[in-house]
């Protein structure tokens, strides 16, 4: 069982900067596909960025690619997602999450259904 909490959401002007942080026990210690995902009311869940442990690979959704980044600090059990020129479009509800799937890149282009373990969630909200 991976607990997560998110945290580190706020209000930004548009081009600003913020970095969410997840953290859990036994999160970048399991094999688990990581991600980061966002949700709007009324839409669907969207992928963000997703780490494969196996691979060694970042996938990044195209309307974030070159502004997030994600990472992870394998001591404390935590992971970043790093948001640059942040704008009105990406205000939503971050969450991280984690799981085992045969594809952890298809997650980012999903709603990340098939990952068992999410946080609760941590708002985001820039301005223009």
């Known amino acids: 069982q991976v607990q997560l909490a998110e945290s580190g959401g706020g209000s930004v002007q548009a081009g600003g900067s913020l970095t969410l942080s997840c953290s859990g026990s036994g999160l970048t210690t399991s094999n688990n596909c990581l991600g980061w995902f966002r949700q709007v009311p009324g839409k669907e869940r969207e992928g963000v960025a997703t780490?494969?442990?196996?691979?060694?690979?970042?996938y990044y959704a195209d309307s974030v690619k070159d502004r997030f980044t994600f990472t992870q600090d394998n001591a404390n059990n935590t992971v970043y997602l790093q948001m640059n020129s942040l704008q009105p479009e990406d205000s939503a509800k971050y969450y991280c999450?984690?799981?085992?799937?045969?594809?952890?890149?298809?997650?980012?282009?999903?709603?990340?259904?098939?990952?068992?373990?999410w946080g609760r969630g941590t708002q985001v909200t820039v301005s223009s």
């Open positions: 999450a984690a799981g085992r799937v045969w594809s952890c890149e298809a997650q980012t282009r999903g709603t990340g259904q098939n990952l068992v373990y």
């Open positions: 780490f494969d442990p196996g691979r060694g690979r970042t």
